[in-house]
């Protein structure tokens, strides 16, 4: 399995990105997986953003709930983060994680968020 995060880069204090992390593999089913965003600022351990499960479910950190959402689109073998009123504090590498069914943990490459003020 393999996952290729993409969408970040730089905005101002109270603008949005939506990330993207589309996932592959030959025996991979994308539909019984769990998804997860974590993001590392520097000098701070990875902390979770949010996840979502294969039923949809999804929870949230306290630092991004009701202005992050993760959503996944199974057609598309996609996970998205819609980042919306974006802060200087949420400045940081955002890593996809992808939890397989059979309880594998798969990282993609980060992508980089920067939030001007």
């Known amino acids: 399995v393999q996952l290729q995060a993409s969408g970040g880069g730089l905005v101002q204090a109270g603008g949005s990105l939506r990330l993207s992390c589309a996932a592959s593999g030959r025996t991979f089913s994308f539909s019984s997986a769990a998804f997860s965003w974590f993001r590392q600022a520097p000098g701070k351990e990875r902390e979770l953003v949010a996840r979502?499960?294969?039923?949809?479910?999804?929870e949230y950190a306290d630092s991004v709930e009701g202005r992050f959402t993760i959503s996944r689109d199974n057609a598309k073998n996609t996970v998205y983060l819609q980042m919306n009123s974006l802060k200087p504090e949420d400045t940081a590498i955002y890593y996809c994680?992808?939890?397989?069914?059979?309880?594998?943990?798969?990282w993609g490459q980060g992508t980089q968020v920067t939030v001007s003020s």
């Open positions: 979502i499960s294969r039923g949809h479910s999804r």
């Open positions: 994680k992808c939890t397989t069914h059979w309880g594998q943990a798969i």
